[in-house]
């Protein structure tokens, strides 16, 4: 766990950095700092709009009487590539934007849920329900 850590506090930045330094040589200051204020709003949008259709379609399946577990799979990613998209950065952009679209969103949950059920059979993760 803690190379998982390690990796993701300093060698994401440190990535992160990188990129931003060879596009602003390659495009110039101007146009790397446009460019990360660009896709921040645009991001910013997509998620509110994409967020607001999850939650009419998550109403809908609660008032016709069903658990909207689908959906709040993809809230839950729809959460991280906005947060993602407010990072500065290309490639927590391009990761965020895939998260918000939703044929490269239906790969990541395909993955996650497959990543879940491994967990839970194999006894790492314990779903306890509570008596109704």
Sequence with gaps: MFIRLLFLFTLVPILELYVLIEAGR?????ATIAMIFFTGIAGAYLARSQG?????????????GRVPAGEMMNAAMILAGGLLLLTPGFCTDLL????LTSITRDVFKAWVQK????????GEIH?????G
């Design 115 to 122: 990543w879940l059920e491994k967990k839970i059979a194999n």
């Design 127 to 131: 779903i306890s329900r509570f008596p």
């Design 52 to 64: 607001f259709d999850l939650i009419n379609r998550m109403q809908k399946d609660l008032n016709e």
């Design 26 to 30: 390659q495009i110039g200051l101007g």
């Design 96 to 99: 965020g934007f895939c998260l």
